[in-house]
């Protein structure tokens, strides 16, 4: 009986360890999401200062990138450590490391095109 229970309780810890990184995988994807979206206005600017408002609030959107970043790293680690350990849910944890390694790829070519288009304004 002690061995089911605690077999049970190890079943249980997997499974909230799994639950936190999923917790935080979807709160970084919404972000993710989130700021494509800021990115992906049609704004652009029709006189010289306008451009300089628009490239200097890009230029804050890449701080928050930035900022942002340590997070991004501390949620891949965890679903890291989770496929080392040979987790349950591996599947699930790859799929969802690779759908936050392209959100972030993905919303970091955003901001550099996005760039150029103001740049060139």
Request: hydrophobic share 30%; charged share 30%.
């Amino acid at each position: 009986l002690k061995h089911k229970a605690s077999k049970r309780g190890s079943q249980l810890e997997e499974s909230l360890r799994f639950q936190k990184f999923y917790s935080d995988y979807r709160e970084m994807m919404s972000w993710l999401n989130e700021k494509k979206a800021l990115l992906s206005s049609d704004e652009l600017a029709k006189d010289f200062s306008g451009a300089e408002a628009l490239l200097q609030l890009h230029s804050e959107r890449k701080g928050e990138i930035d900022a942002q970043d340590e997070s991004l790293r501390a949620t891949t680690q965890i679903g890291q450590n989770l496929l080392s350990s040979g987790h349950y849910a591996s599947q699930d944890v790859k799929q969802c490391l690779q759908s936050l390694a392209e959100g972030k790829s993905s919303l970091l070519n955003l901001w550099k095109e996005r760039k150029k288009a103001f740049e060139q304004c």
